[in-house]
Every structure is written in C-alpha cells, then in structure tokens.
C-alpha cells in the first residue's frame, strides 16, 4: 500500500461500515488519520469495524441522501477539526433491485453524492474520492473499454447514477475542488461480503444442498479483483502528484477473467461437491446485467502499479473467506 503518514488529519468515508470501506477504514487508520465513516446500515454493519478498536475512529449512522442528515453528520464531524478529504462508498450495490425500483440508486447512489459535494463546497473540502464503476460504460460487447471511450451508455439504473455521479464530481471541480480520483471498479470479492456472484451461491447451497441454480447459462465472463488488490490501488492513484485536478482511472486485474460457470463449479466443489448445477437461459443473469467486458487497465498500469492476484485467484481466495464468513 502507499500512502503517506499523517497525523491528525480528518477524512470521511461514506459507507465505511460496507464491504469496500471497511477496508479503506482499516487502512486510513494505519496511517494516522482520524476517520469519521458516515453509513446508513442498510448493506453495511459496525461489526465490520469494530475489531478496529481505534481511537481515531468515529462511527456515524445518518442516510446521506437527506440533507439534513448530511448537515448533522458534517456539522459533527467539523466540531473535532477542518476536514481534509473524502472517500465515497456509499451507493446502492445491489443492481437489481436499482432495475426494479429506481429510486433506490437515485437516492443511495446519486442523493448521496450530491448532497456530500453540496456540504463539501460550503465547507471547503478540496479532495474528492469517488468509488465508481464498470458499469458507467453500458454493454459494447468485446470493445475495449478505456477512459476515454464514449459514448458512455448505461444499461442499468446503478450505471446511470454512477455516471451522473461522475459528471457531478467534475462539476465541482470546476467550481471548488482541487483533486477528483474517480476509481471505476470491475467485480470486486472478498469479506466482508454483503452480496455477489459468490455469496449467492453459497447462500443457495445453504438452502438446499443437492442443485444450485444459476441465473442465465453460464457464459458470462468478467473480470474479478480481489478487494485487497483494488483498496491498494486506489491508494496507489491517490497519493499520486497529479498536473490536473480529475483523475479517471479503470482498476481490476490484467487478465479476462473468468465465467460465471467456472465459479459455480469451484464454489459448488467447496461447499457441496455432490451439488447439480442448474442453469438458466440466456447470456445475462438479470436485466442491466453486462454479460462479457473487456476491461482496460493501461492507465493503472503505466502507474506502476499491478494486482498481486489475477481473476482466478481472486475468485478462489474469496470463495474461501466468504464460506468461513458463512459457517463453512
């Protein structure tokens, strides 16, 4: 990891308590800061935090989205000092629910940032993390897809809000910030887990040990981080001496990946290697899925910066943790 070592610096983590932030939590603690993570707890747990046990740590449940939480949680946190930065995780992770009420990213995913930027502004924040997405570049098939690719057309609501997210973060850059990391993020896995491809499967297999039914016919492939490599990375492109204020920057492995039919048979061989895998029909497991990407990571890599684990190894590793996670 590389980050510089502060003393007394304040930087704020929305939705630190999740699966994400818990770790950027972890890390911004070893270097000194004073964290204050701001989550609503829908997805997220202070569990996730507590085996912390740090001082420096402040743990706020307020919901982003409104404005007067937002006001309460920064008229808190600016009571212990000026702040220094933020990282921003919070957002709605469970796509298909986005497909199938779109408030739930217009409000977790977009309200969020808005709201935090609005604060930001007033209050003279300068730094800007953003956790983004894969998903802002929609489905072009086998079209490699690299930061300056365009047009950008999202395919699910949590792409479109992310998007929206991204164009507001350059908005402000404009207007008042003077640094913007926009990180796009593959298929992240790991623990805490808290929803995925892997912790689906489990979580079937529990319920019933004999089949485990997949959604869509197996063949999607994609690329798979573990989440290790990706809080490494983002460190790695933060403390970065940049010449412009808004770095975009594609993070995953330098591989393609791997299909979702291999995961079900290692997970399956894992948990309950007697299992039947049933699958469904078509390439896209739920609607707004992106069923094959080709990710570039070019940018990152001229850094100097590469993944310790390549996609097989991610999925391997995290089917490891999340079955312990789960009594396995």
Same mark, same amino acid.
């Given at each position: 990891?590389?980050?510089?070592?502060?003393?007394?610096?304040?930087?704020?983590?929305?939705?630190?308590?999740?699966?994400?932030?818990?770790?950027?939590?972890?890390?911004?603690? %070893?270097?000194?800061?004073?964290?204050?993570?701001?989550?609503?707890?829908?997805?997220?747990?202070?569990?996730?935090?507590?085996?912390?046990?740090?001082?420096?740590?402040?743990?706020? &449940?307020?919901?982003?989205?409104?404005?007067?939480?937002?006001?309460? +949680?920064?008229?808190?946190?600016?009571?212990?000092?000026?702040?220094?930065?933020?990282?921003?995780?919070?957002?709605?992770?469970?796509?298909?629910?986005?497909?199938?009420?779109?408030?739930?990213?217009?409000?977790?995913?977009?309200?969020?940032?808005?709201?935090?930027?609005?604060?930001?502004?007033?209050?003279?924040?300068?730094?800007?993390?953003?956790?983004?997405?894969?998903?802002?570049?929609?489905?072009?098939?086998?079209?490699?897809?690299?930061?300056?690719?365009?047009?950008?057309?999202?395919?699910?609501?949590?792409?479109?809000? %992310?998007?929206?997210?991204?164009?507001?973060?350059?908005?402000? +850059?404009?207007?008042?910030?003077?640094?913007?990391?926009?990180?796009?993020?593959?298929?992240?896995?790991?623990?805490?887990?808290?929803?995925?491809?892997?912790?689906?499967?489990?979580?079937?297999?529990?319920?019933?040990?004999?089949?485990?039914?997949?959604?869509?016919?197996?063949?999607?492939?994609?690329?798979?981080?573990?989440?290790?490599?990706?809080?490494?990375?983002?460190?790695?492109?933060?403390?970065?001496?940049?010449?412009?204020?808004?770095?975009?920057?594609?993070?995953?492995?330098?591989?393609?990946?791997?299909?979702?039919?291999?995961? +079900?048979? &290692?997970?399956?061989?894992?948990?309950?290697?007697?299992? %039947?895998?049933?699958?469904?029909?078509?390439? %896209?497991?739920?609607?707004?899925?992106?069923?094959?990407?080709?990710?570039?990571?070019?940018?990152?890599?001229?850094?100097?910066?590469?993944?310790?684990?390549?996609?097989?190894? +991610?999925?391997?590793?995290?089917?490891?943790?999340?079955?312990?996670?789960?009594?396995?």
């Amino acid at each position: 990891m590389v980050y510089s070592e502060v003393n007394n610096i304040i930087s704020i983590v929305t939705g630190g308590c999740g699966f994400i932030g818990s770790h950027i939590v972890k890390d911004l603690l %070893k270097s000194g800061r004073i964290v204050f993570v701001i989550d609503n707890l829908s997805l997220g747990s202070f569990f996730n935090l507590e085996r912390y046990e740090n001082n420096n740590l402040h743990i706020l &449940q307020f919901d982003l989205s409104d404005r007067q939480h937002c006001i309460n +949680a920064f008229n808190i946190i600016l009571e212990y000092g000026s702040i220094h930065d933020v990282w921003h995780l919070a957002a709605n992770s469970n796509i298909p629910a986005g497909v199938e009420n779109p408030d739930v990213d217009l409000k977790d995913t977009f309200l969020t940032t808005y709201e935090l930027l609005r604060l930001m502004k007033q209050y003279d924040v300068k730094t800007f993390h953003f956790a983004s997405s894969s998903a802002i570049y929609g489905d072009l098939g086998t079209v490699k897809l690299h930061e300056g690719i365009g047009p950008l057309l999202p395919i699910s609501n949590y792409g479109a809000m %992310k998007l929206a997210s991204e164009a507001q973060a350059s908005a402000a +850059a404009e207007s008042f910030l003077e640094r913007v990391n926009i990180f796009r993020f593959p298929n992240v896995v790991g623990t805490p887990a808290t929803h995925g491809v892997i912790l689906d499967f489990i979580n079937k297999l529990a319920s019933d040990s004999h089949e485990l039914h997949v959604l869509g016919d197996g063949t999607q492939q994609k690329a798979y981080l573990h989440v290790s490599d990706l809080v490494d990375a983002m460190f790695a492109i933060s403390s970065r001496k940049i010449d412009v204020k808004i770095d975009v920057v594609n993070i995953g492995p330098v591989d393609d990946g791997v299909t979702v039919r291999w995961i +079900a048979e &290692q997970v399956v061989a894992r948990i309950s290697p007697d299992a %039947k895998i049933m699958y469904g029909k078509g390439n %896209k497991g739920w609607v707004g899925d992106v069923p094959r990407f080709n990710y570039s990571t070019d940018r990152l890599q001229s850094y100097g910066w590469s993944p310790k684990l390549n996609s097989s190894e +991610a999925v391997l590793r995290a089917i490891d943790e999340i079955a312990i996670q789960q009594g396995y």
